[in-house]
Nanobody, 127 residues
Framework: QVQFVESGGGLVQPGGSLRLSCEVS????????IGWFRQAPGKERDVVGC????????YYADSVQGRITISKDSAKNRVFLQMNSLKPEDTAVYYC????????????????????WGQGTQVTVSS
């Protein structure tokens, strides 16, 4: 069973930065848009952003717009989530997944289109 692997989480102070990494399966970046999601304690999983397969177009949720950048390294089969100016409300488990139905992120992210969810990586923003 294919499963992506997230890493790079940790404890960071408010205003700090973190770079999360998602190791994906070979050729995944050629065929699937890759999304980043997060789930805070007691809340539903929400979309953070997405990077398209065929180009580097991205989608970012309003809650993180201007503070995050999603990029990819096809040679290393990795997708990155750079997060800056972190806030306590960014505390969550962060997941990456592949959109098996679309190569482009589009403007609407439908979680049911995503698969290959990893175990997630914990991000805690606290002083």
């Amino acid at each position: 069973q294919v499963q992506f692997v997230e890493s790079g989480g940790g404890l960071v102070q408010p205003g700090g930065s973190l770079r999360l990494s998602c190791e994906v399966s070979e050729f995944a970046l050629d065929y699937y848009a890759i999304g980043w999601f997060r789930q805070a304690p007691g809340k539903e999983r929400d979309v953070v952003g997405c990077i398209s397969s065929s180009d580097t177009s991205t989608y970012y949720a309003d809650s993180v717009q201007g503070r995050i950048t999603i990029s990819k390294d096809s040679a290393k089969n990795r997708v990155f989530l750079q997060m800056n100016s972190l806030k306590p409300e960014d505390t969550a488990v962060y997941y990456c997944a592949a959109n098996l139905m679309r190569r482009q992120c589009g403007n609407i992210i439908r979680q049911y289109e995503y698969a290959y969810w990893g175990q997630g990586t914990q991000v805690t923003v606290s002083s």
